[in-house]
């Protein structure tokens, strides 16, 4: 059974990227996941769900979803996770906790887990909880992230969404990190029928 989250999908920024508060309905307290601009929409939905935002975290360290750390720092008072091969690519004079696959980003009663999914970076990572993977630019409802930049591995990639991502339960609901299909969200049940 899962703990009852609350996702809110938020699209931030000129690059369309899917920012999520993730809120733990029990306590309240919540998750940022790759906050890139347009902050009073995304002090909007905290304040509307009177939510604590306990971390902010990084799928991967490409600016487009790092770019407004600092910011939601400030009004959140939150620390940055990102996976450690990523670090490196953060801007800006802040410090991070840094991920490993298997973690566990705990807020309130609800958690997420941390699945290394190399391929568009080398440290891009999901995040699984409460029925939700979020996959950052692993995975988006149609096609994938780059993989001709930096660190990227075209086979990595596809390791990483078949046998991490796609092993899954099939009615895990899969959120993206960019609007890139017809839909906002898919399921691992669909994206199989591509993939495997």
Known sequence: MYIVMTVDQILVSEMIVFCYLVADNATGAAVLIDPAG?????AKKINERNARVLHIVNTHGHYDHTMGNQEAMRITGADVLIHRKDLSMLRGNYSATLLEDGDIVRFGKSQLKVIHTPGHSGGSICLYGGGHVFTGDTLFTEGYGRTD????????????????????????????????????????????????
């Open 149 to 196: 930049v930096g660190d990227a591995s075209y086979g990595e990639l596809m390791n990483s969404i078949t046998k991490k991502i796609l092993s899954l339960p099939d009615d895990t609901i899969i959120c993206p990190g960019h609007d890139y299909g017809r839909k906002p969200v898919s399921t691992v049940a669909e994206q199989k029928k591509i993939y495997m």
């Open 38 to 42: 347009d902050f009073n929409k995304i």
